[in-house]
């Protein structure tokens, strides 16, 4: 008798009900302003999972050790971005009631406010730890509210001050630096100063958003706007160890891989190396 | 004194107020359901049009005999796809009311619809010429109305039956198929029988959108759904002529060029002679 | 309560014993001595798969409409090319015994002869119609018997004279040609004459083996050895089609499509449409 | 004892004296207006004549069954055209002079005026066929005399009117296609008409020269201006063919293969079939 | 009434008479001996700006604070060396006797001696500041004196010993090497000791040109001759804005962008990044 | 008299019996797991060779100044590894019994066994430096011994515990790391510490082996499996050059480019520029 075909993240073949940790893809990329193609990230993240190795000689661990589910992607709709931020709530928020750890791969950073939210409803006093090379902090886009560069000014609505720590940040417009000082942890340029969101974390619940073009275009070509002067790979290697190893880690996502614009496929088999170091460290 | 850098379509370098047709790029793909990236294109077209003669050896005639105004591509904004529609229909009444044919560049299909929307309120006896691999005849998209799948259906909303005639269709669900029998003229897989749209259009008015992937893969790659068993460039080139010629165009367009899915330039170069052609035959 | 992620070709999402045809990937290319990559052919299809409709105008038929299992692909080991043909046999043989036609995607040509071994034991007055540019036959490449030059030729070891009928080849060493003559039925260049298949099958039961580099690179240049001078998609559709609806196909096959020399994707996309016009017309 | 490495196209392995052909590579692009690259052509070529058959299916010959030598490729130097046009010369001229074929491979067009000055010196009746896209009659280009929009006008200079019949022309400016109405033999747009050509050479030398833009961009997107609307391999194939066999070729080229604008390898491989199909014609 | 379509790098759009600064495009390749396509360095830098904000949190200044004119680029003819020089200099001269200071953006390294001449004739006692992985300082490249290998070695001829100061230099054969010992300072290998063509500069007017392949070819693939162990992008901004805050520069250019090199467009990028830091430290 | 056309790395044309050293290129992938194509480098790294300069700066010396023969490519059979071993074995004890250093590039992996069964012969107290982003130590793979995946480990089999010195690893599986520790030395993640094995050879034969995949992604992309966090391009020049002045190299080998990944041609670059470094440090 011959089975269907059941395709997950390498070492991520639990099922539900047993798993710790839910790996879900959201390939939404709807609301960017300049190179789409993220939609296509979960797909490819979950297929080139399997040039990867399962054991990390960094943690001395293996994804065989976890127990890991990966549903596979949501079905989401081009044109309605309420409607798609309403499935990812719905679906972070399934996985969080049963005791589990979303983890979500996007499509472009806007899928993150939906987790954010249903994790915000669980967790009154959320912090956010945010890795990215770009703000995200406009108070709209062209008009709109619901914008890929508004995704952390949307997390703001709902946490408030104090609450959201980010690092790597290069690019942005004045205002939302400016904004920035008064509102948000931010440190600029580099992943320096982790023991600040730890400190600031101080025990609370953390959701975990990683933007992968906080690392440098050299190791991570294939994204919609690439920032040079970024992160290497072991920079942000170590600075993720160090911040989910010292936090309560209970929802994450990684987003923005743009396999189109990735010819040679090494940004895809970076995020491949992310997720399993991040899966390895909650 | 110096003068700043000025873009056009290789010469259409006319004013507005001199033109007989005025060109301009609408940059949008927000509804595409699967390869977005038609965003891209009249800009590629316009960069890449200098890599062609502006003389038709097909025709015997030259861009240089026209007066053609290229107002660029106009500044939409990805998430909403209403207001998108409304700048459009805003741009095309204007070029319509001072009485020049507008010509537009997409974006995806959906654009095709402000357009019309512009061409009919001037023209209640408008028809419509249709080139596409696709149907575009779905009444919602994932429950979205406004889609490059719905388009034409959209269309017809305004219009009515008898008025669209469609060639070189041969991918669609099944009831769209069904519903195209009582409701729009359709040539299926080729594009014989121009002669039924000359009739049908019998002197009135006509709207004529291209979609490019009309054409064979082999000759356009650089599109978001490629269709095998579609039309030459000879074949699409010839029934353009053929039907330009025997009828009153008021307004068109070509779309769905993807020049991110083309890396060997060839599909821009196809949209480039395309453009000409179809301005030399208004 | 979330299920694992199944992943199928489009519409394809039978259960094994309600099914009446099962699709398999054999995703091996170690014996090609040009360009290798049809490994990745399988996945890519499976993949790319749901940027086509189900339903086919063409045959006025839905993919919806059939009972399809898709288990997947097989793990093949690189290195060992006899224990990678038995596996392949394993799992036609056990589709046959099953009552249902098994359905192969390659991977390179030489994958062809494990699922010929099958179907031939099941039905010892097998007929072959094999699609192709090249014409396969030599009797070794390099001193190698096993190789995807060699596939046809061993196939003909197992099934004697007068029952294998080649089309569309236009490519191998003189040997092959001359040897072709009293051996085997070629037509060369072009896909005319499929009655001489028809005949020659007389009803008895038909593996059916299509190389999609019968097709010009044209339409598909992503596979390891391009020959111009092939047959357009339309051609190909139409042959298949006849072919198809006059024998009684018990085994089929694609392969040679290698997804990273079509950077454009439109071979894949060719690929997928071939897939549902053949499954449509079992 | 090892020996160096001997680099030749396929098949081509004779010494100078004992060769009845002599291949060469004119590794030039230096007038290019548009898209550059034709420099690589040459070694592209013979690199990938590996992966075709010395047999030919068409033709029933092998290029076994000749003596061709290879001897690799000019050293030109970019930013002195006349110097470059020298060196062609000449050793097309050592070539002739030996009772020998050269049979040059470009590079853009332009080298085809360094072959033809030395086939004229030799045989002061000499013809060209040309097959191209584009005419290739201008006066100048941006006042320059030696372009390679310019090439053919250049060669009327040496030889006088009635002397060039073009095939498959497409492109170019008025005044071109103008002058061409009495000073050369032009079939437009397709390669119909071979028998003006033989008639015209009436037994004198012929020099050929085949700008692979002739073809279609589906089957050849390698190229720096592709021109919709060409031949096809079989349409291409057959005139030179028919061509060859009926005039006395002493002296020959194809060119503006531009290897790094064709991702997928195809133009290359069509390159080299005609390449092959040209040796075995002559 | 609608507009013409200007386009200029992002936030550069002033009048020529009311600008500070006057960008202008040098598309010229003509010399190069190895990978050419800097030609379409320009045109790909003004529309690849828009990813880029006009605000560097580097600087905290903004292009929108600056009044910088962009003229598009200059038309120049391939096949005709000195003639382009003299074009870039008239140009370059035309910009000077404004006031105003010529940023340029090649095309190949030898546009730099047309730009070079005109700030020499004006400021006799001018510096070179020289960022690039080539000294460029050969005699003459196989005879001719007019190469991009010989750029700076020209710019001696016209500045004579001591003036000249080099960045990065890593790639060479060894004649230029010891010639450089006696001639001009070269920092091989780094972007150390920049306080060196400070003090050396001693407030004397600075031309500033910036061979992007400085860059190490993991952050700038996009060059026809990239040299691994290269700076990295912060090293490059740094020393950059440590030079130009201490220099008095008086015209500029970078070079060596060849975007069909760059198949995920992070040369590009990179490109529009250097430009806006520079254009901000001017 | 025209000679027949050699071609060979840059600056290595020597004859055979007058060279010290000896290039030549082993072109097999036929145990990749992944993602295959190395087959295609030697040919790669022999035609860009030209775009280097035979002079290193860092050295100050010249391929000029050494005696270096390069034989080409060996024809090897995929399909039989067993058979391709022996042939690389051959060849390399022939140019050992010549008593010059082989000089072999490959291909993947496992063709370094064939080249050290060579050296092992000559040399029975022989040495290994490995450099490698993986640790090639398994048993097998899939069942297969003969595993570019267990070359190293195959290596063991023949020289025994404490001989193998490697570096830069950071890929493996749990069991492989374990062996590591009592039977090689392994250097993880980085290139510290090549005192340990010029210690460790201490004056006896050493052959080198560099896996090109122990540089990061960033500088070389163009592998098979890509892994994040390798060394930059000077930190392994810096390494080799280290460990070949203070060792006794008797051979060594580059493997593991795969050019088709490398769309931009800098991994080829940085390929050749490692060859040249190491050439010039034998």
Same mark, same amino acid.
């Given at each position: 008798?011959?089975?269907?075909?059941?395709?997950?993240?390498?070492?991520?073949?639990?099922?539900?009900?047993?798993? !710790?940790?839910?790996?879900? =893809?959201?390939?939404?990329?709807?609301?960017?302003?300049?190179?789409?193609?993220?939609?296509?990230?979960?797909?490819?993240?979950?297929?080139?999972?399997? =040039?990867?190795?399962?054991?990390?000689?960094?943690?001395?661990?293996?994804?065989?050790?976890?127990?890991?589910?990966?549903?596979?992607?949501?079905?989401?709709?081009?044109?309605?971005?309420?409607?798609?931020?309403?499935?990812?709530?719905?679906?972070?928020?399934?996985?969080?009631?049963?005791?589990?750890?979303?983890?979500?791969?996007?499509?472009?950073?806007?899928?993150?406010?939906?987790?954010?939210?249903?994790?915000?409803?669980?967790?009154?006093?959320?912090?956010?730890?945010?890795?990215?090379?770009?703000?995200?902090?406009?108070?709209?886009?062209?008009?709109?509210?619901?914008?890929?560069?508004?995704?952390?000014?949307?997390?703001?609505?709902?946490?408030?001050?104090?609450?959201?720590?980010?690092? =790597?940040?290069?690019?942005? !417009?004045?205002?939302?630096?400016?904004?920035?000082?008064?509102?948000?942890?931010?440190?600029?340029?580099?992943?320096?100063?982790?023991?600040?969101?730890?400190?600031?974390?101080?025990?609370?619940?953390?959701?975990?958003?990683?933007?992968?073009?906080?690392?440098?275009?050299?190791?991570?070509?294939?994204?919609?706007?690439?920032?040079? =002067?970024?992160?290497?790979?072991?920079?942000?290697?170590?600075?993720?160890?160090?911040?989910?190893?010292?936090?309560?880690?209970?929802?994450?996502?990684?987003?923005?891989?743009?396999?189109?614009?990735?010819?040679?496929?090494?940004?895809?088999?970076?995020?491949?190396?992310?997720?399993?170091?991040?899966?390895?460290?909650?």
């Amino acid at each position: 008798m011959l089975n269907k075909n059941i395709e997950n993240f390498i070492g991520c073949d639990s099922d539900f009900e047993n798993a !710790d940790i839910a790996l879900f =893809g959201a390939p939404f990329d709807g609301t960017v302003s300049y190179r789409p193609g993220t939609r296509f990230a979960p797909k490819a993240i979950r297929a080139e999972s399997f =040039g990867l190795e399962t054991y990390s000689p960094y943690q001395d661990r293996d994804l065989t050790d976890l127990r890991v589910f990966d549903m596979g992607d949501l079905e989401l709709c081009f044109g309605n971005t309420p409607r798609v931020l309403d499935e990812i709530e719905k679906t972070a928020s399934e996985i969080l009631s049963a005791g589990k750890v979303p983890f979500m791969i996007g499509g472009e950073h806007l899928v993150t406010l939906g987790a954010v939210r249903a994790a915000a409803k669980k967790h009154s006093d959320l912090r956010i730890i945010h890795f990215d090379a770009h703000t995200d902090l406009r108070g709209d886009y062209l008009g709109e509210e619901l914008s890929h560069a508004s995704v952390i000014r949307r997390c703001h609505d709902i946490l408030g001050d104090g609450r959201i720590f980010q690092y =790597g940040i290069r690019s942005g !417009d004045r205002p939302e630096f400016e904004w920035a000082k008064t509102h948000v942890f931010m440190q600029k340029f580099d992943l320096q100063n982790i023991e600040t969101a730890i400190e600031g974390a101080n025990n609370h619940p953390v959701y975990l958003t990683v933007d992968l073009d906080v690392l440098d275009p050299s190791i991570f070509p294939g994204t919609g706007t690439p920032e040079a =002067g970024g992160a290497s790979f072991e920079e942000l290697r170590k600075a993720l160890f160090f911040a989910m190893k010292n936090t309560n880690i209970v929802a994450c996502d990684i987003c923005e891989l743009s396999p189109h614009y990735d010819p040679s496929g090494v940004s895809t088999a970076v995020a491949c190396k992310v997720v399993r170091e991040m899966l390895l460290s909650i």
